[in-house]
Nanobody, 115 residues
Framework: QVQVVESGGGLVQPEGSLRLSCAAS????????MEWYRQAPGKERDLVAR???????DIAQFVKGRFTISRDDAKNTAYLQMDSLKPEDTAVYYC?????????WGQGTQVTVSS
């Protein structure tokens, strides 16, 4: 049984930081690209960052310089470090494990940036 579970969301003030975690089980983690998406109310789900099995990363332009993605293969976990948060970063953040043709989503974690 495959499980992808996000954690670490919450309420943070502008310019604050959060680190999201994505723990995966039931898959061969080391062959999966791990991806973070976000979806704000009334908007589409957008790719935020991805990290492939050898550690190469892609970061969306709208968070570049503020967000960092990493992975710990020994823990079957991916991370999204979010710094200098802005109110427009408020969204549900989703993790996806991707290795074509297999794609597994987590349930999402809410991030709210507000004073």
């Amino acid at each position: 049984q495959v499980q992808v579970v996000e954690s670490g969301g919450g309420l943070v003030q502008p310019e604050g930081s959060l680190r999201l975690s994505c723990a995966a089980s039931g898959i061969t983690f080391i062959v999966y690209t791990m991806e973070w998406y976000r979806q704000a109310p009334g908007k589409e789900r957008d790719l935020v960052a991805r990290i492939n099995p050898i550690g190469l990363t892609d970061i969306a332009q709208f968070v570049k310089g503020r967000f960092t993605i990493s992975r710990d293969d020994a823990k079957n976990t991916a991370y999204l470090q979010m710094d200098s948060l802005k109110p427009e970063d408020t969204a549900v953040y989703y993790c996806r494990a991707a290795a074509h043709p297999n794609y597994y989503w987590g349930q999402g974690t809410q991030v709210t940036v507000s004073s």
